[in-house]
């Protein structure tokens, strides 16, 4: 494997597509349309970092779709040192000091269609000295193969340490721990002595003790917790796991038996605070308020106190005080913006902030925390950055069984109810069935260039977030439980009526638009409301939800809660036939564009396949991207995408 590094040799701008002037109510004449892309187009600034001491600036950004980790260094002008591989992507960086970097590298689509079969690699690099050294790797050729290695612990300026977890085939598909050095070039012979049956991640706490390991037992919906006490002794907490659905966030190196977590109590709130281990016993945290909404949670950099808690919403608080301190200052210089920090160097010397709205892309700002000034890097994308679309209003809608249900409308720029005028709609039920497909509410604040695509072409876009989306409140998440598909179904119907009737959609050209899980509710809504809904597009969809959960329980990586979530709480087979839309296929009356990733690692491509055949229609058009992730990394991916979703709309929504 060779990785080139240098100066930046390709040019990151490309030529390509022009789009299309969508209906009559297009925002902007041929000569002034953004081009494909210019949506399409990867973020400049990906996976922002700063070294330990805030001397580099690093982050990834595409070139003729590879991942290039771009690293500049902020006291000097020198031209930035770039690393990368072709056929690889990058899947993360850390700074081990001001000037030692490591690199995980990922192939999803080598191997296999299958999570357990991404080849990762993992990569040392000295700003110093320019060298780039592989530690290790695995692939079908390597001595030492680690599947889904991913580090657990990384040593604060030093290269001599560092723990990786992973599966090595010889042990099965238990994940154990090793210890390598970026400095020496031995491969370990065997991992460190912890819990291994049945295992699949880790975590260390700051100081490099690993407390933490998850699992599963096989074939089961019955997840695994081990945590490691202050009396060193690992404790098996499986049933605190799967009653309460305990999930640790951080870990406290001030009180080695503590680790900071969330669970849901009796009444189905989610709370947050400590767990002692040895005594099993959980105290309410003095840091946020009874009930809240606790999402994620990260300690100091030596572990002892909380540093940040992150919300369900979005939302934010800073509990070290420079930190806060930072964040009220830059705030007051944006209002009605959203202020994060995306990466805070070890030293706490110097901050990236991103600054954004629900119609801007974000831009991205150098703090000092010393000196308090705030320079301008550059925009997530820059070419979008000053064209502005689109308008997006949050509201929600009362169902007919009085549910408050939140839903975005995002409109043109300018667009003006009064002149009459009604707009062709696309209609996306967000999905928030599970863990791995969630929306998310704080997603509402993020730009989304698909929708400001449509919206730029004259397209309204109302997104409806189903019962069960995470960041409305423990209740409205509760609701998802239930798995009432119908009662889901006229959640987005009493919608789009509320938008129809508001005057803002023209009743005949609506399109209904989903992926994932919610591809399978935008066919059902199609099939059970024909008269509304004149096309449908379903993107790497789940529309046999029995086929689905039969191969996550069988094959896919941590497919037990999957089959939990969806096979028992959903009441069996019968009820997921019976809501899957595959099994009513003949129902289907209206043009349908069917996307699918040939080598999906989440929604096997024979879902999409098998429908499209089942199907038989001459107004079906079914369509393969060869060689996509599930996370469309490449600009040229998206671009194949939006320019099919457009082409359709183009034909269908006339």
Known sequence: MDYAHGGIARNLSRIGLVFLTLFGSALFANDQAPSLQEFA???????????????????????????????????????????????????????????????????????????????????????????????????????????????????????????????????????????????????????????????????????????????????????????????????DLRALRNQKNLKVLALSTKDKDAVDVSWLDDDGARQFGELLVSERSLTLSENVPKDSDVFYAARTSDGKEISRIWFEDGSVIYREKLLADSHRDISQQFPNKRVLFSAISRDRSRLIVSVSDVNTPPMFYLYDTSQKELSVIQSDRPSLYHKIFAKTEFMHVVSSDGVKVPVDVTLPVGFDLSSGMKLPFVVIPAD?????????????????????????????????????????????????????QPRVLKDVQESLDHLIDSGWADDQRICVLGASFGANLALRLQMEFPERYRCVVSINGVNNLDRFVQ??????????????????????????????????????????????????????????????????????????????????????????????VLHFLEENLK
């Not at 990368?84 to 081990?96: E, G, R, T, V």
């Not at 004259?458 to 009432?484: A, C, H, P, S, W």
């Not at 055949?613 to 671009?639: C, N």
Request: charged residues 25%.
């Open 432 to 484: 928030g069935v599970n863990e791995y497909f969630d929306t998310f509410a704080y997603q509402r604040e993020s730009f989304d260039e698909f929708v400001e695509l449509l919206v730029a072409h004259g397209i309204g876009v109302l997104k409806v977030y189903q019962r069960g989306t995470r960041g409305f409140g423990v209740e409205y998440e509760n609701l998802g439980l239930e798995r009432d």
């Open 41 to 235: 187009a990867a973020s400049a600034i990906q996976a922002p970092n700063l070294s330990t001491a805030g001397t580099h600036f690093s982050f990834v950004r595409q070139s003729d779709d590879i991942d290039v980790l771009v690293i500049a260094n902020l006291n000097n002008n020198d031209a930035p040192w770039t690393i990368y591989d072709k056929d690889w992507f990058i899947a993360w960086h850390d700074w081990l000091s001001d000037h030692e970097v490591l690199v995980g590298f990922r192939q999803p689509y080598a191997l296999g269609q299958v999570l357990e079969t991404t080849q990762t690699r993992l990569i040392y690099a000295n700003t110093l000295t320019r060298e780039v050294r592989q530690i290790l790797k695995h692939d079908k050729n390597a001595v030492f193969r680690l599947r889904h290695a991913s580090v657990v612990f990384s040593a604060a300026n030093s290269a001599d340490r560092i723990l990786v977890s992973g599966r090595v085939s010889r042990f099965g598909s238990s994940s154990e721990v090793f210890e390598v050095s970026a400095k020496r070039k031995i491969l370990p012979t065997q991992s460190m002595s912890l819990p291994r049956k049945n295992m699949l991640s880790w975590l260390a706490d700051a100081n490099g003790q690993v407390r933490v390991g998850y699992g599963r037992v096989p074939n089961k919906p019955e997840e695994i917790l081990m945590l490691f006490d202050g009396n060193g002794q690992w404790r």
């Open 551 to 644: 191969d996550r329980a069988n094959k896919y990586y941590l497919g037990a809660r999957l089959a939990k979530r969806l096979g028992y709480d959903w009441n069996g087979d019968a009820f997921l036939k019976a809501s899957s839309a595959y099994y009513s296929s003949d129902d289907l009356t209206a043009p349908a564009l069917i996307v699918h990733l040939k080598q999906s690692a989440w929604v096997d491509v024979s879902q999409s396949r098998k429908f499209s055949r089942k199907h038989r229609s001459k107004t079906l058009r079914y369509v393969e991207l060869d060689g996509a992730d599930d996370r469309f990394s490449r600009s040229s991916d998206r671009e194949l995408l939006f320019g099919e």
